[in-house]
């Protein structure tokens, strides 16, 4: 098939710059990325609600009136609104991702601060006190010995 061998991707220097450029040109404005949030907003409402006897221990004020159910359609699935440590530890969970949470201040321990997921942690969030900023690992350097 020559539609495979086209040379569609020559004249852009790296394959890798291009998407990254392209991610972050995506990522920049929350208009195009609202839609994904409300998306991880529902998968963590559902985790939270399925798993009822492990998250409402952690929810203060349940009740036979205000249930699990309520709490999630006040607090985790409007938009634009503060997500706790809960939240957080359901995303976690349901996407089965480990993740480390540092804080800024460095209030909490260090069993506060991993979450849940199989295998090593892969992606660490600083909280800042008002929101979660992701942090990339420092590429090490790896000098070679001259020849």
């Not at 205000?66 to 634009?80: E, G, S």
């Amino acid at each position: 098939m020559g539609w495979k061998r086209q040379g569609r991707w020559n004249s852009i220097a790296s394959t890798n710059s291009y998407r990254e450029e392209k991610l972050l040109a995506f990522f920049s404005t929350y208009n195009k990325t609202e839609d994904i949030f409300v998306f991880l907003r529902l998968v963590v409402a559902i985790q939270i609600c399925s798993n009822g006897e492990e998250y409402g221990q952690l929810i203060t004020g349940l009740s036979e009136h205000y249930t699990l159910k309520n709490w999630c359609f006040l607090y985790v699935t409007p938009a634009r609104e503060f997500t706790d440590h809960i939240m957080m530890t359901a995303l976690a969970r349901a996407l089965e991702v480990p993740l480390r949470l540092e804080r800024l201040h460095g209030v909490g321990s260090d069993e506060d601060n991993i979450y849940t997921g199989p295998g090593d942690v892969s992606v660490t969030l600083l909280y800042t006190g008002n929101h979660y900023d992701i942090i990339y690992p420092h590429p090490v350097l790896v000098e070679h010995p001259a020849d």
